[in-house]
């Protein structure tokens, strides 16, 4: 039973470019959120898709979007990168009536801006 | 707005002994759930415990056990004869009750095991 993976595990951008993120969630699960953390932080919630929708979302501006798949996969996309945006970007999944409210990680895919 | 405080950036303890992790929150609602996560340097956010806020007993996993005390809303971690490989981050992390997004999680407490 595969978990949650994410793709590609680094990357490297300059400024101004735009870059896209890739997550699968855990077999069985259909939600998926992707989270932000700087160096030194705690994850920062970014947003969440269920049913190809964006349900919820943290305070992030819209340069970070997202799209979610009919495989319940999803992407995150950053246009106009930043320095700041220098990050683990952490993907993860779990299903949408959850007893435990439990969220499953991934391996987070680590993004450097020059 | 929901809150999540860990106050201790770096702790150490020695192999075998029993080191207890402090965290708490803040927030007005009474269904919510709390979790620790541990992040080791590959990076991978892994479930350590979670506690339910109705559930007045507190939650044990193995050598992990949590002291919940709702109303000071306090979560602390005490993790018992412990072993190298607990060497990691630690993460305190709140969520709502029916809400499968927005998990708010404290700045982490920095955890060496020492031989």
């Known amino acids: 039973d595969a978990g949650v993976t994410q793709s590609p595990t680094h990357l490297i951008k300059t400024r101004g470019q735009q870059v896209t993120l890739r997550c699968s969630p855990k077999?069985?699960?259909?939600?998926v959120s992707w989270y932000q953390q700087a160096l030194g932080q705690g994850p920062q919630f970014i947003f969440q898709?269920?049913?190809?929708?964006?349900?919820q979302r943290g305070n992030f501006p819209d340069r970070f979007s997202g799209h979610q798949f009919p495989n319940y996969s999803s992407e995150l996309n950053v246009n106009a990168l930043l320095l700041g945006d220098s990050a683990l970007y952490l993907c993860a999944s779990s299903l949408p009536r959850s007893m435990t409210n439990e969220q499953f990680f991934g391996p987070g895919t680590r993004l450097t801006v020059l | 707005a929901q809150t999540v405080t860990q106050s201790q950036p770096e702790m150490s303890v020695q192999e075998a002994e029993t080191v207890t992790l402090s965290c708490t929150y803040d927030?007005?609602?009474?269904?919510?759930?709390l979790f620790w996560y541990k992040q080791p340097p590959s990076r991978q956010m892994i479930l350590v415990i979670r506690q339910e806020a109705y559930k007045q007993q507190n939650a044990t996993e193995n050598r992990f056990s949590v002291n919940f005390q709702k109303a000071a809303k306090s979560f602390s971690l005490k993790i018992s004869d412990s072993q190298l490989g607990d060497t990691a981050m630690y993460f305190c992390?709140?969520?709502?009750?029916?809400?499968?997004?927005?998990?708010?999680f404290g700045k982490g407490t920095k955890l060496s095991v020492k031989p």
């Open positions: 898709y269920y049913e190809e929708e964006e349900r």
């Open positions: 927030t007005s609602e009474s269904n919510y759930y």
């Open positions: 992390a709140f969520i709502l009750g029916g809400s499968q997004g927005n998990l708010i």
């Open positions: 077999s069985g699960h259909d939600t």
